[in-house]
C-alpha cells in the first residue's frame, strides 16, 4: 500500500495569504540554488506544510466547504476518482480543504496530476453554482507527498482521520460527517477507533 501512496492536500483559492505563498516559492527557490540534498529539501517540505496546516486549521476568510451542499458536491465527487481506479484509504474534507491518502489500484499513478486537475473543475464548477459565484474555487497549486513507507502511511492515516478532532470540531475522527477511514487502513487508527 505505502509504496506508491500519495498523501493529497487541495486548498480553496484564498485560504492561505498571498504573502505565505511567495515566502513559501522564495525559500523554495533558494534551497534549489543552493544545491541541497534530498533530505534538505524534504525538510523545507515538511516544514512548510506543517506551517500550512496550522493557517489552514485557523480561521480564514475562505470557508466555501463548511456549506453542507458544497460539501457534499465535493465528497459525492470522490467517487469519480474510485471510478478511475484510485483507492482512496483515508480522506477529510474539512472548511477549506481537502486531505486524501489515495494510491491508483490500475497503475495510473502518473495520470494523478491530470485526474486531480479533473476532479477540481468539475466540483468547482459545481460548486460555483451552489453558491451562485464564478471565478477560481481551487487554489492552482496542490500539496502532495509521496508516501515511502508503511510507517509514513500509517501516520498520514491518522492525521487526515484525526485532523478535525486536532481542529476542536469534534472528539472523535468518526463523529466527523466529511471524514472516511477505508477498512483495509482502519488498522493503522489503533485501539478504540478501528472498529468505528
Request: with cysteine; proline share 2%; glycine share 6%.
Amino acid at each position: 500500500m505505502a509504496d506508491h501512496s500519495y498523501f493529497v492536500t487541495l486548498r480553496l483559492k484564498g485560504s492561505l495569504p498571498k504573502h505565505v505563498i511567495e515566502e513559501f516559492r522564495t525559500q523554495r527557490k533558494a534551497l534549489q540554488g543552493s544545491g541541497a540534498s534530498e533530505e534538505e529539501s524534504l525538510e523545507l517540505a515538511r516544514r512548510q506544510f506543517a506551517s500550512i496546516e496550522r493557517i489552514l486549521d485557523s480561521v480564514s476568510d475562505v470557508q466555501w466547504l463548511e456549506n453542507p451542499k458544497v460539501a457534499a458536491v465535493v465528497w459525492n465527487s470522490l467517487d469519480w476518482l474510485r471510478n478511475r481506479g484510485w483507492m482512496i484509504y483515508a480522506g477529510v474534507l474539512m472548511s477549506n480543504h481537502l486531505h486524501l491518502l489515495m494510491r491508483n489500484e490500475e497503475g495510473r499513478t502518473k495520470e494523478m496530476l491530470e485526474d486531480l486537475a479533473r476532479f477540481k473543475n468539475y466540483t468547482a464548477r459545481e460548486a460555483n453554482k451552489v453558491l451562485g459565484r464564478s471565478g477560481s474555487f481551487w487554489a492552482r497549486e496542490d500539496f502532495d507527498h509521496w508516501i515511502r513507507s508503511r510507517e509514513k502511511f500509517e501516520g498520514t492515516v491518522r492525521y487526515i482521520a484525526n485532523n478535525p478532532v486536532k481542529a476542536g470540531l469534534v472528539s472523535r475522527w468518526s463523529d466527523w460527517e466529511w471524514n472516511v477511514v477505508d477498512e483495509s487502513a482502519r488498522d493503522c487508527l489503533g485501539d478504540g477507533e478501528a472498529s468505528t
